[in-house]
């Protein structure tokens, strides 16, 4: 009992030291731009984290759409036209599950949807019936039809023309069919839902996935988001709503880049334990830097010290902010 005692003492304080170093390289490699001379360049940038800050810690950018997107039925995969990094827009097909028994149902239907037979065939029963109920009121005055043939042929003219309103409801009918038949095929095309990038695909042609099983995701990322856990005191105080500016530290790899950006959502509850409430704040990423990048937030304006670390052109940096990252001192 003693040496299971000692060896689950052993266990913990290892584990507990991995969870610590594992800790401190998170926390370097977050503060580090990869750029040579990184120790020195780490130490800057939690310098100017610290000094940048409004609130405590620092919050990772995510993607402003993320679709994880997989088929509503069990199919087989027969078109991948997709990789991972390709821009789609709206609408654009993805993958192709085994839809060629619902597009040879669809063919059907279309056909039976465009026929107008058996409206037509109605309409012109209904012109005898009519023809001959004129005729047997006309033989009637005359002396030469019975009461009941012109019974019988009113009561025929009345049963057509019912019949032709079926066949113009069955038409109706097929119609609706037939969208319905689109809408049932549709579920073997994954399409875009939006303008964004491929981020993976987990498929390959011939696989037979399930429903829901993921296949694929795209996301968004211009612009991008961060959800910031602000102090419950700093969001009333500055009474912080959406429209409102904010402005993020990005962690860029080659010089810190100060972007301006806006509040989208306050979140109407706060965390009772932490007093902490989530703001999101949308930024834009015209250089599309992929999500995951860490940002330190602030809700008021940077005084001008922070002018050369502004984002002003996709795609460069600042000159005196890339000389200041790069050669500190």
Request: contains cysteine; proline residues 6%; hydrophobic residues 40%.
């Amino acid at each position: 009992m003693k040496s299971m005692s000692r060896r689950k003492k052993c266990v913990s304080v290892v584990l507990g030291g991995m969870l610590a170093w594992g800790g401190v390289l998170a926390w370097g490699g977050v503060l580090a731009w990869s750029q040579p001379g990184a120790r020195d360049q780490g130490a800057q940038s939690s310098e100017l984290a610290a000094r940048f800050a409004e609130v405590e810690g620092y919050f990772p950018t995510i993607p402003s759409k993320d679709a994880q997107m997989g088929f509503q039925i069990s199919t087989q995969v027969l078109e991948v036209l997709v990789k991972g990094g390709d821009r789609v827009k709206s609408g654009e097909l993805l993958v192709r599950g085994d839809d060629e028994e619902e597009l040879a149902l669809l063919k059907i239907q279309e056909i039976r949807a465009a026929t107008t037979l058996p409206v037509s065939r109605a309409r012109k029963a209904l012109d005898l019936a009519r023809i001959e109920l004129e005729r047997a009121e006309q033989s009637f005055e005359g002396g030469g039809a019975m009461d009941l043939e012109v019974e019988r042929a009113r009561a025929t003219a009345a049963v057509t023309a019912i019949d032709l309103e079926t066949a113009e409801w069955n038409m109706d009918q097929e119609r609706l069919q037939l969208e319905r038949m689109r809408k049932r095929a549709e579920r073997y095309l994954l399409r875009a839902p939006f303008d964004g990038q491929i981020d993976v695909v987990a498929v390959d042609r011939g696989d037979v996935v399930r429903e829901t099983e993921p296949v694929l995701r795209v996301v968004q990322i211009d612009p991008l988001w961060a959800d910031v856990n602000t102090p419950v005191t700093m969001s009333i105080s500055l009474a912080l709503k959406p429209g409102d500016k904010a402005w993020l530290l990005l962690d860029v790899p080659g010089a810190p880049t100060v972007i301006e950006g806006r509040i989208i959502e306050v979140s109407p509850v706060a965390n009772f334990a932490a007093r902490k409430q989530r703001i999101r704040v949308e930024i834009p990423n015209p250089n599309n830097w992929p999500p995951g990048l860490a940002a330190w937030v602030r809700f008021s304006e940077p005084g001008e010290e922070w002018r050369p670390y502004m984002l002003k052109e996709p795609t460069q940096l600042t000159e005196a902010a890339t000389d200041e990252a790069t050669n500190p001192g």
